[in-house]
């Protein structure tokens, strides 16, 4: 059965008289197999594994990182029209149609004409971007990245090139970047925005490449002739002026997050580069830029084994979608969220942990709840994670290491995820002088050299933090082998 709220809205579609387009849709999706799961990660981005051309001095690029280095945790926030109803699309005879995620136009096929209405009943009357910010905060998250716009084209601002926006399409009519924008500057945090680069399924322009599938990315249901499709259309009069419209209305852009290269040329992934940063120089720039270009790497649902020597960047999801989706519950527990916060820290990357508001405008309370405790962990050890670096020395099995430059020396950070059962920890550091060591409240703990590096004895028999534990080393430099 749908909610009061859904058959309210379902109820609006029908005296919008759209009842008989849904007709059609729910006959196609008949057809569409439900989904358990996201589907395999597609970032359309051919240049995805590989290493960075450099576009700017290695200093230059060194400057604008410098702060995103520093903060390596960030919120990823999915919201959109595909919010109103969790990923899902009221079906003719008043069920939902499963959309599986938030790219549920492309999954129910659903013709622009028909998804475009969902704009007419998105009234997120519970939006408060700064409950937004202090959700983030009270997670211990140093930015934020929002979907300005995502694969359906609609645009959260209210962009002068397209009216498909919050502002002039729904009954709500408030521009989010605006207000998000704004109280992040209130409130000390960085924010950045997510532009859908190559799939814009609200564009008839917009090809994508066919996949081993058979299946197309673009909107080819509304416009099935795919070589008539001219990216460079779109380019000139899409992508470069709303880009130039949010580095130009918003104040600060302090991360532009592209997704979706797909078909963009390198000389035009060159040219948006070069017009972000004749607008705003310091504005930081993501690979999906496409062609290898960008200020770092980004893997997405997964961490890299090692790292990588470019500065990169792991997209998670908190729970099973990007899109908020209707009775997913299904959160990472707060142990295996900080813990890879604490693997990718230690191999010097940042950790961007998605979350999606519902169509009201709200960040689920399993999302909030998970963040509060991964905030209280920060709070207490934020010290081995916040402008830390990657540590030379191989991470032991017991847990990883993170370190930071001191005035007298190297201070060394021990996250142990295994507590030893015998009291005694080994690390790995021949030729190491012997280091002062205590847990990160002050306590001394003691320390001796062994053949192999060091031991650290004489530990309590219970883990003080069962997450994960923080044991400080601090060292005149850690010998390079």
Not at 139 to 145: A, D, E, P, Q, S
Not at 148 to 155: E, I, P, T, V, W
Not at 270 to 280: A, G, T, Y
Request: contains cysteine.
């Amino acid at each position: 059965m749908l909610s009061s709220e859904i058959m309210f809205n379902f109820s609006t579609f029908v005296r919008v008289g759209v009842f008989l387009v849904a007709v059609a849709v729910a006959r196609s999706a008949e057809h569409v197999p439900a989904a358990a799961e996201p589907p395999v990660i597609d970032p359309g981005d051919a240049s995805a594994g590989q290493s960075l051309l450099p576009l700017d001095p290695p200093e230059t690029r060194a400057a604008r990182l410098a702060w995103w280095s520093d903060a390596r945790f960030g919120m990823f926030i999915h919201w959109g029209l595909y919010s109103q109803w969790g990923c899902h699309y009221p079906g003719a005879d008043g069920t939902l149609l499963n959309g599986k995620t938030e790219h549920m136009m492309r999954h129910l096929r659903l013709p622009l004409a028909l998804y475009s209405t969902i704009a007419g009943v998105f009234n997120p009357v519970k939006f408060d971007a700064d409950e937004w910010v202090r959700i983030a905060q009270a997670g211990g998250m140093k930015y934020i990245v929002l979907t300005a716009k995502h694969h359906d084209g609609f645009a959260l601002w209210n962009s002068a090139v397209s009216d498909y926006n919050v502002v002039q399409r729904t009954p709500w009519k408030r521009d989010v970047v605006q207000e998000l924008a704004a109280a992040c500057r209130r409130a000390g945090l960085r924010f950045g925005l997510y532009y859908s680069l190559g799939r814009d399924w609200s564009d008839p322009d917009v090809p994508t490449t066919r996949k081993a599938d058979g299946n197309r990315r673009s909107n080819d249901w509304d416009w099935p002739d795919e070589g008539a499709k001219d990216f460079s259309r779109y380019f000139e009069r899409k992508v470069k002026p709303q880009v130039r419209e949010l580095l130009t209305r918003y104040g600060p852009i302090d991360v532009l997050w592209f997704d979706t290269p797909e078909q963009i040329k390198p000389e035009q992934s060159v040219e948006l580069m070069r017009l972000i940063h004749s607008l705003q120089p310091a504005c930081i720039v993501n690979q999906r830029v496409g062609n290898r270009y960008g200020d770092y790497r980004v893997a997405e649902q997964e961490i890299p084994a090692s790292g990588w020597t470019d500065a990169w960047e792991t997209c998670m999801t908190l729970n099973r979608h990007w899109g908020y989706y209707l009775g997913d519950e299904d959160y990472k527990s707060t142990e295996t969220v900080v813990r890879h916060l604490i693997d990718i820290a230690s191999k010097g990357g940042n950790f961007l942990l998605n979350v999606g508001p519902t169509g009201e405008g709200v960040i689920p309370a399993g999302s909030s709840e998970r963040l509060r405790e991964i905030g209280a962990w920060l709070a207490r050890n934020g010290q081995a994670i916040y402008g830390t670096t990657a540590s030379p020395i191989k991470s032991p099995g017991w847990g990883r290491l993170t370190q930071r430059k001191a005035a007298d020396g190297v201070v060394l950070y021990l996250h142990v995820f295994s507590w030893p059962a015998d009291g005694k920890l080994s690390l790995a550091l021949p030729g190491a002088e012997l280091p002062a060591a205590t847990l990160l409240d002050g306590t001394p703990l003691n320390v001796a050299r062994r053949a192999d590096g060091l031991e650290i004895a004489a530990l309590p028999p219970d883990a003080p933090d069962r997450i994960s534990t923080t044991i400080v080393l601090r060292l005149r430099a850690i010998p390079v082998r």
